[in-house]
């Protein structure tokens, strides 16, 4: 999956979508990487990562950074192209 756009679940650091660089154990680096605080138009992330989210101006979306590590990831989840374009539309949540 190196090189492919993927939704990573942490045990404890919630949900990520990007690029996934390097995987080693549970440890996952992801490039141009944001965090998915809040979704609504989609049940779980299996459906995020295959038609991304039906309602993305309900969704609350970080902006992106270029490169992060999950050091507890447990589901990483490849993403489809049609995911990949909602995911990438959805505007940047700031408080």
Known sequence: MNGKKVIVRGDRSV????????KEGREVTLNH???????DGAESISQIANDGTKKPNN??????VN???ILDAIE????TDKANDVIEKVK???S
């Open 59 to 64: 969704c609350k979306f970080s902006q992106y």
């Open 92 to 94: 940047v949540w700031q």
């Open 15 to 22: 949900v990520f979508f990007g690029t996934l660089a390097k």
């Open 76 to 79: 990483i989840i490849p993403c």
């Open 33 to 39: 990487c944001r965090r998915l605080w809040y979704w």
């Open 67 to 69: 490169e992060i590590c």
